[in-house]
């Protein structure tokens, strides 16, 4: 039985955690003071330059480097409070004016100190494996590995500078744009309750997944003539963000779309390509998901906006406080540790509720161990949303124990393995509502477990192969009309479907509001995390004081590649093999829905 846990708890963030007085006052003194402190640090090593040389005062450089890493960095406090003010609202013209300032300081900052990286990037191979090897600088090795590999990519000092100062205008200003535009939409709609009302984007994107047909059918009619609006404005922006990308790859001489991705997630393209291989090859099992759940639901088929609806008898609505009561008792029973980080999150750490100007979706927000971890939920009662809530804390308690052992150089950890802490307590709070649960509520689950299985790992794949097709045809052109874009969406997308799912009219624009296309790449890693995740928690159900395992993993950080990191707990990341038994767990669910629906004759 679920752990009845009088946890304290808000619905929104205090701010106040990262500065003490969120006013201008205090604003302009953290920019000040961080300012200061980089600028000290670049006054004092570019007249000093023995650290290219001397493996004793690179050890003193990067423990002060380090040091500024874990204290502010470049952005600061004021940095991160208006990443997260912006988050919660987009609209407040303060905001905006307040973060492009501490973002333009940012890049100064960030220019200044390039010198540093570059100059250590650039050194000879001879002096590179001499670092490499020195007892010294041990605790930086992996670090100056990830930096001598990324050196064979970087620019000199000055075109590093041009590409930082102008990356707002030729790119960032792109990438934010339709989502803006989105989050200030109101459309007016009726929902399950029967009330015609004014709603925005998110609370469409929830209502398209009703198990009212008529309600889902009118948000999906709405949400395609919304996005039929902005599809000319969102088309500009998508090939301004492949030109940028097509214009850094030739400059800093990648091979590939996705090479830099892989470069910075320390992941060889050779993994990611047995990943998206093994994962491509079974796209059967999607399929017959979506054909076992169009039987379920009556129809011959579903319609493209219906694969999420959820099926049986799960129609109860979680409260928040039901979901922060039932994830804290899993998370009690995994570990002492994730318990009291998830009560210290909650406490004022969580914002709850969707709001116009409110970005979408959901996140996990770190910076530097210097300040909290903050988590983003648009939380609308739903089963969804529980696990929601459970994988974004996967990723805050996977923050938390970093800053147990990781440095601020090694604090932070690439997608692929963040992903593997959102996915594994996502898991265990299915399982746990799967005890108890009567048989007619497991199918329920079992299909709601499928569905996000085939959502986080066949469909990121997807995805990911439609991101590839598109950079690659847009190189290939020069341009991609929008009739293109949705050509090639609705391609991929119905090759993991299947003649199940109806790729309906309205769905080809369907890429509008999808972050990632505009971030490049990352999709991958949600299906990488998942399916290590999967093999992790094998071993904790079969011996729970394998958790440790566990945590050595997440406390880890970027001290090492994943594929060490993994190797230390017995993983081979590179085998095919182990990407297949991940792959056999989902079919496995799936053939246990099948004997459910059987059983039900």
């Not at 009561?325 to 406490?347: H, I, M, N, Y």
């Not at 709850?352 to 970005?359: I, T």
């Not at 090694?410 to 265990?428: H, L």
């Not at 290939?476 to 929008?482: E, M």
């Amino acid at each position: 039985m679920t752990k009845k846990n009088n946890i304290a708890h808000s619905k929104s963030w205090n701010l106040k955690k990262i500065l003490d007085l969120p006013d201008q006052a205090a604003i302009d003194t953290d920019l000040a003071s961080t300012k200061k402190a980089v600028l000290v640090f670049v006054d004092k090593w570019k007249k000093d330059d023995e650290y290219l040389r001397d493996p004793a005062v690179l050890a003193k450089a990067l423990s002060e480097y380090e040091r500024l890493s874990a204290d502010c960095g470049v952005s600061g406090a004021a940095g991160f409070y208006y990443s997260l003010a912006y988050a919660v609202d987009s609209l407040d013209e303060n905001i905006k004016k307040g973060m492009n300032m501490a973002s333009r300081q940012a890049k100064d900052l960030s220019n200044a100190l390039q010198f540093f990286s570059l100059g250590l990037s650039k050194i000879d191979t001879k002096k590179q494996q001499e670092f490499l090897n020195d007892p010294q600088l041990a605790p930086y090795r992996h670090f100056l590995e990830m930096l001598f590999l990324e050196g064979k990519h970087t620019l000199s000092e000055g075109q590093e500078r041009v590409l930082t100062l102008t990356s707002s205008a030729s790119y960032g200003n792109w990438a934010r744009l339709t989502g803006e535009l989105l989050a200030k939409e109101q459309i007016t709609l009726t929902g399950e309750d029967g009330k015609q009302k004014q709603r925005s984007f998110e609370e469409v994107m929830t209502l398209i997944s009703s198990r009212k047909k008529p309600v889902r059918d009118k948000a999906a009619s709405a949400l395609n003539s919304t996005l039929d609006r902005y599809v000319d404005v969102a088309t500009a922006e998508l090939n301004s963000i492949l030109e940028y990308h097509r214009v850094t790859d030739t400059l800093r001489g990648f091979d590939r779309p996705d090479a830099s991705r892989h470069m910075g997630d320390d992941v060889d393209s050779e993994v990611v390509d047995a990943l998206t291989e093994a994962v491509s090859a079974d796209f059967g099992v999607a399929k017959d998901y979506y054909t076992l759940k169009a039987r379920l639901m009556g129809q011959k088929k579903l319609a493209y906006h219906e694969r999420n609806v959820e099926y049986g008898g799960i129609d109860k609505k979680f409260s928040y406080d039901e979901a922060v009561t039932l994830a804290g008792g899993v998370f009690a029973d995994l570990d002492p540790e994730f318990e009291q980080a998830f009560k210290r999150l909650v406490s004022t750490q969580v914002d709850v509720l969707p709001a116009r100007g409110k970005r979408g979706g959901a996140f996990c927000a770190w910076d530097s161990l210097a300040h909290p971890t903050f988590v983003f939920l648009n939380y609308t009662n739903e089963l969804r949303d529980v696990t929601t809530l459970a994988h974004e804390m996967g990723h805050a308690i996977h923050a938390e124990l970093m800053r147990k052992k990781c440095d601020g150089l090694s604090f932070g950890a690439p997608t692929s393995i963040a992903e593997v802490a959102s996915t594994f307590m996502e898991d265990f709070v299915y399982r746990r509502l799967m005890n108890e649960a009567s048989q007619e509520q497991k199918l329920s689950l079992h299909i709601s477990r499928l569905n996000d299985d085939v959502s986080t790992i066949y469909r990121q794949i997807a995805a990911y192969r439609f991101e590839y097709e598109l950079h690659e045809a847009y190189r290939a052109s020069g341009y991609l009309s929008s009739s293109e874009i949705g050509s090639l969406f609705q391609k991929h997308m119905a090759s993991y479907m299947g003649p199940a799912v109806e790729q309906s009219k309205g769905s080809e624009n369907w890429w509008l509001y999808w972050s990632h296309i505009r971030y490049y790449f990352y999709n991958y890693s949600y299906a990488f995390g998942l399916l290590i995740s999967k093999a992790l928690q094998a071993r904790v159900i079969d011996d729970p004081t394998a958790i440790a395992q566990v945590k050595q993993v997440f406390e880890a950080g970027s001290s090492a590649s994943p594929r060490e990191i993994f190797a230390g707990i017995g993983i081979d990341i590179a085998s095919k093999e182990f990407w297949l038994q991940g792959l056999g767990q989902v079919k496995h669910t799936l053939e246990q829905a099948q004997k459910l629906v059987k059983n039900k004759k």
